[in-house]
């Protein structure tokens, strides 16, 4: 049958020139934007968010996009109390500013140091803003949202924010601040102000879009859920016989349950613990790899009752990562019931990329259980179920094969869901649909003639 008798050869062509000028127009779209991304942490600092952000941006400079960095001096968890002020890394320029040290470790410690990078931050931006044209926003420090809402009254420049943790509401949840504090109510209205003039919002999971869009559900169609991610050409299964890490921390001959990452407020330590003294006269060793306000808590408590089947380390450099990562054969992961949906916990991630089964502790209602069902890749148990946990932990050192065969599952679900490539490919739509969403190509009616 020949098309030509059925369809007019103007609307064919009509339609191969829309297509070429949308492509033309893409490709334009991402080289023309130039991107200024300001966090407070980034490498050579620890924290995992900075450790996201420093993968993001190069995947998205390899895309073309133009990138500059505005970050802090190492504060939070680092090698080296230091760092270049200027730094050019894969044609992407980083500054960092000052960093405060006040107070370490404490909350009140780690509001202020934040309130002084935003000043910082908002400095920075008024002698850079001409340089870029939209910035990307993450709330470390969570007030840090605010400088973008300036940036676009002052000179509208779109903003993006990645909300990695929802404040007030994690303050309220760790009983920081009263529900009806003047404060709270301040934060909200100014988060409200913020989420409204932003040309976009990433959050990291369903249950943290359902949060936000409880408080404004006028932003609902501009929020965008993007996970974290793990690299996994980085982090590469290896057999704990052949890991230097574990012979290192002998670990080869001992079912290893390991958890790595930041030990906070927002996390599930107490399970763990009670798991842990159930299982304290079998081969089972726990590593707890890295640092944060319930560490020196869960030290205490561990010495107190006497238990040896604990190790603690502090955090590796990222080039230990891929040994550390699989010198063990159950990784943990866990969030605290009261602040589900407000945090994430972006160790999940690279727990998948290790290869390893994975048992997370988490309420009933967490989108955790869902992701892990997908995945296949290990067991979740409701927040106080150490006698679950202990079972399970028990199980898999029984039946090493079904573990492996949970890992294998995992890292397969990785690959497919939650690389640098597949993640920073829905970053680069956000950007694009904020800077360009006027651009769109239509039909006329004359080309449906």
């Keep these: 049958m020949r098309l030509d008798k059925w369809i007019n050869p103007n609307f064919l062509q009509s339609i191969s020139t829309q297509l070429n000028a949308k492509n033309q127009h893409s490709v334009k779209s991402q080289q023309s934007i130039k991107l200024s991304v300001i966090t407070q942490f980034f490498p050579p600092d620890y924290a995992a968010t900075g450790q ?3 993968e993001l941006v190069k995947q998205l400079g390899l895309q073309g996009v133009d990138i500059e ?24 320029r980083i500054q960092r500013s000052r960093t405060a040290q006040l107070w370490p470790g404490r909350i009140r410690g780690k509001a202020v140091n934040g309130v002084l990078y935003t000043l910082r931050a908002t400095l920075y931006l008024l002698k850079a803003w001409r340089r870029n044209n939209i910035l990307l926003l993450t709330t470390a420090p969570p007030f840090l949202p605010v400088i973008g809402y300036l940036a676009y009254i002052l000179f509208r420049l779109p903003y993006i924010c990645v909300l990695y943790d929802l404040y007030p509401d994690i303050a309220i949840a760790l009983g920081v601040i009263p529900k009806r504090n003047w404060l709270v109510r301040l934060w909200r209205a100014i988060n409200k102000q913020v989420w409204l003039k932003a040309k976009g919002i990433i959050v990291l999971s369903p249950a943290m879009k359902q949060q ?19 690299n996994p050409e980085a982090i590469v299964p290896i057999a704990k016989r052949e890991n230097w890490f574990a012979w ?10 390991l958890y790595s990452g930041n030990m906070g407020r927002c996390h599930d330590i107490d399970t763990m613990l009670e798991a842990a003294k159930q299982l304290q006269d079998e081969p089972i060793q726990f590593v707890c790899i890295g640092g944060g306000a319930k560490r020196d ?12 089947n604990f190790t603690f380390l502090p955090y590796q450099d990222k080039q230990v990562l891929p040994y550390s990562l699989t010198a063990c054969d159950l990784s943990l992961v866990s969030v605290d019931a009261t602040t589900e ?11 998948l990329a290790s290869g390893r089964p994975i048992a997370v502790i988490c309420s009933e209602t967490s989108y955790l259980r869902q992701l892990m069902a997908e995945a296949n890749c290990g067991g979740t148990f409701d927040n106080g179920d150490s006698q679950g946990l202990a079972q399970f932990i028990r199980f898999l ?16 679900y990785l690959r497919s ?10 970053y680069l739509h956000v950007l694009q649909q904020a800077l360009f969403s006027d651009e769109v190509i239509t039909m006329s009616q004359s080309d449906l003639k």
């Design 212 to 230: 936000v869009v409880a408080h404004c559900p006028e932003v609902a169609e501009k929020i965008s859920v993007i996970h974290s991610w793990a």
């Design 341 to 351: 949906g407000l945090v994430v916990p972006s160790k999940l991630y690279s727990a």
């Design 248 to 257: 290192k921390y002998n670990l080869v001959n001992k079912f290893t349950v």
């Design 297 to 308: 808590e869960l030290i205490m408590e561990v010495d107190r009752l006497g238990l040896n």
């Design 52 to 54: 996201l952000i420093e």
């Design 417 to 426: 869901h939650f690389t640098p490539k597949v993640i920073s490919q829905q």
């Design 69 to 92: 960095v505005f970050t802090s001096q190492p504060g939070y968890a680092f090698r080296s109390d230091t760092a270049p002020a200027i730094e050019w890394a894969d044609q992407i």
């Design 397 to 412: 050192n029984r039946d090493p094969q079904i573990g492996e065969q949970m890992g294998i599952a995992g890292r397969q």
